[in-house]
Nanobody, 110 residues
Framework: VQLQASGGGLVQAGGSLRLSCKASGINFRLYTMHWYRQAPGKQRELVATITGDGSAHYADSAKGRFTISRDNVRRRLSLQMDSVKSEDTGVYHC?????WGQGTLVTVSS
């Protein structure tokens, strides 16, 4: 199983960024998918979840600013991040309930 996140980078506060995760080795459409964030010195945080049929759920910190989506044909998970804040800085990982992917670093400058 491989979950490869990409799209991270440096963004100014108030800006936007789109993360992507390519899945392989799993029947993607059957899996609930998650985006987690690991910020320096903080506990890992679940940012957003999407079920196989597209039902999305967000942490309070992400509601109204982030949008999780999936393409079951291309086996791709996305996270659209708008109106980013400095506290959104961290390494973002995509994951299933049983698999953890390599992360991508998001740095928000104020």
């Amino acid at each position: 199983v491989q979950l490869q996140a990409s799209g991270g980078g440096l963004v100014q506060a108030g800006g936007s960024l789109r993360l992507s995760c390519k899945a392989s080795g799993i029947n993607f459409r059957l899996y609930t998918m998650h985006w987690y964030r690991q910020a320096p010195g903080k506990q890992r945080e679940l940012v957003a979840t999407i079920t196989g049929d597209g039902s999305a759920h967000y942490a309070d910190s992400a509601k109204g600013r982030f949008t999780i989506s999936r393409d079951n044909v291309r086996r791709r998970l996305s996270l659209q991040m708008d109106s980013v804040k400095s506290e959104d800085t961290g390494v973002y990982h995509c994951a299933t309930n049983n698999h953890w992917g390599q992360g991508t670093l998001v740095t928000v400058s104020s």
